[in-house]
């Protein structure tokens, strides 16, 4: 990726050489990584008066939230669209007003926020829920297909009525848990042990209804044989009310969040890649920067992922003595992917361009069989994803006039690009730029299927492997959502705010699930757990 885009960057660097160390000890809470679920826990923790300091291995605050800009254009990386958000009352709506002291808002996209295209024909996902069963019922008429809509909404709501157990259990001290965590989790388990495509098999035989109800599967990254039911719920659910994109990009998140953290005391540098969490007497106090540097405070909140944390941030003495490697046995990384990052010299409104995402599959329904049979770069792709941020967000006529981004993905694993795994960004050799090249024919194909006006318009364009989300975010394999959403994960008690190690503690998405509210409401769990209050119910209140 190229220019980084961020207007509150501090490097840590600067602030070494101007700040003396010993400043540093007088941190309450160090969080490591900048992604919405450091800054969520980083933003309630300096709102109640915490000195946060906020440390980013890379240049550009906000994780998978950060944007970058090349050319005069200007990309996200990890939000495309994000549900709730935009309904007034809404809890996720309350949280991000909260998180960012009222300044993030939120532009709704189209009523109609998806669009599923297999082969020639496209499935529209409508915003509410009646619209979208009504639909549904559209593109499947028959009496027995009818019903199957039904059960299926029936499940939904069920799964969205199931109280908040599950959650609260991740907040409890382990203790606790052992006590009450399993009759909290029990009605969520039954729900998350099954696979999606068990459960939709069980109401319907119809593949061709099964393919529509899951084309949203790349949101959680697992194709339906392999996904956790109940992830699929929270997702459509997610999702019923259509969905909105920050106004002015997702590079608003750390625009807004870091002035809360500096009137508090606190600051957030980049450049501060922490190289280990200094565990003294099974307590954590502080971390050592890649320098050597070391930083202290009272409270330590690890927001990277479980793995990094687990397996790099802790010793292996540490490891060894809560016996977290055998935890991490037991997880899978989320898919990995491939973006394709294209620049048009004309305004997306000119393009007529939709605010909308489109899915796109190949002829086929069943996505299976489709992820089985992608066995290398030639076969044919599963799925690809392609959508357009300037016309998403209000403010890219204003800030880049004239201009339209889009962006392409396609979901591929990480072991394809291995063998380059040792190679430096920007240096990894013929063989790899010529596959990217081959790989961005392959994504601009994707792009003209559903925006045909765009051919022979292309300015600017660049392509992203799962080596740059290595390179870029520290994700070992380049997986996008964390840990895989398979039903296991959510099995796994010790995906959790607490860890073994005291003072220690967990934020971000691997601690619920994927997903920019996933990660933003473990930010919110976590703080809540560190100040012993119920922060989601306190918003809930105070704000209207
Ligand atoms: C291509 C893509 C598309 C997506 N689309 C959507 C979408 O449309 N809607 C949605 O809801 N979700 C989407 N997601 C998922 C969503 O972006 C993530 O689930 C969420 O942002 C994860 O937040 P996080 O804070 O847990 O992790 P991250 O955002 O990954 O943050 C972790 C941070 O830690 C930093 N770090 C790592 N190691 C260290 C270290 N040792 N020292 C210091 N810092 C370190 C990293 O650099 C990174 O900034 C998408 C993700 C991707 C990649």
Request: net charge positive.
């Amino acid at each position: 990726m190229g220019k980084m885009h961020n207007m509150t960057r501090k490097t840590y660097r600067n602030y070494i050489k101007s700040a003396l160390t010993k400043d540093a000890r007088t941190f309450d809470v160090i969080i490591i990584g900048s992604g919405t679920g450091g800054m969520s826990a980083a933003s309630c923790l300096a709102q109640a008066g915490k000195r946060v300091l906020l440390l980013e291995q890379h240049n550009v605050l906000g994780g998978f939230t950060h944007t970058f800009e090349r050319a005069g254009y200007i990309w996200d990386i990890g939000l495309h669209y994000v549900g709730q958000v935009h309904i007034e009352g809404s809890i996720l709506n309350k949280v991000f007003r909260y998180i960012s002291k009222d300044k993030l808002k939120w532009a709704p996209l189209d009523d109609i926020y998806d669009r599923a295209i297999f082969g020639d024909e496209e499935y529209q996902f409508p915003r509410g829920r009646e619209n979208l069963k009504a639909k549904l019922k559209e593109y499947f008429p028959n009496q027995k297909d009818i019903l199957s809509i039904d059960k299926y909404f029936t499940l939904l709501d069920e799964a969205q009525n199931m109280g908040s157990g599950y959650y609260i259990e991740k907040t409890l001290p382990p203790f606790l848990s052992k006590i009450i965590g399993n009759f909290l989790r029990r009605s969520t388990l039954k729900v998350s042990d099954k696979t999606t495509l068990e459960v939709l098999r069980g109401i319907t035989d119809n593949a061709k209804l099964i393919g529509v109800l899951t084309a949203q599967y790349g949101d959680y990254g697992l194709e339906p044989s392999k996904s956790s039911f109940y992830m699929h719920t929270l997702l459509v659910n997610h999702y019923m009310e259509g969905a909105a994109y920050p106004v002015g990009g997702a590079s608003k998140f750390a625009e807004y969040i870091v002035p809360i953290i500096d009137e508090s005391g606190g600051m957030a540098l980049t450049q501060a890649e922490v190289d280990e969490i200094i565990v003294e007497k099974n307590s954590a106090i502080g971390v050592r920067i890649k320098d050597g540097e070391a930083l202290y405070a009272k409270t330590i909140i690890s927001a990277v992922g479980i793995v990094s944390t687990y397996s790099q941030l802790l010793s292996k003495e540490v490891s060894k003595r809560h016996e977290l490697d055998k935890l991490l046995d037991e997880l899978e990384p989320a898919t990995a992917h491939v973006g394709l990052y294209v620049g048009i010299k004309e305004s997306s409104t000119a393009l007529a361009l939709k605010k909308c995402n489109y899915w796109i599959f190949p002829q086929q329904y069943d996505h299976d069989k489709g992820r089985t049979e992608y066995k290398d770069f030639n076969a044919t792709i599963p799925v690809s994803f392609v959508s357009f941020p300037s016309a998403k967000d209000p403010l890219a006529e204003k800030t880049h006039p004239g201009r339209t981004t889009a962006e392409v993905i396609m979901l591929l694993p990480y072991g394809w690009f291995k063998k380059w795994k040792n190679t430096k960004w920007q240096k990894r050799g013929e063989e790899y730029e010529a596959l990217k090249e081959e790989l961005a024919q392959q994504m601009f194909e994707q792009l003209y299927r559903v925006a045909p006006q765009l051919k022979g318009k292309v300015d600017y364009y660049v392509v992203s492997t799962p080596l740059s989300t290595r390179h870029f975010s520290k994700h070992r394999q380049g997986e996008i959502y964390g840990i895989a959403h398979s039903p296991q994960r959510f099995r796994q008690k010790f995906l959790r705010v607490h860890t073994p190690v005291k003072n220690l503690f967990l934020s971000g998405q691997d601690v619920i699930t994927g997903s920019i509210a996933g990660g933003t409401m473990a930010g919110l769990l976590c703080a809540s757990t560190i100040l012993k209050e119920h922060l989601l119910w306190k918003i809930n209140k105070t704000i209207k």
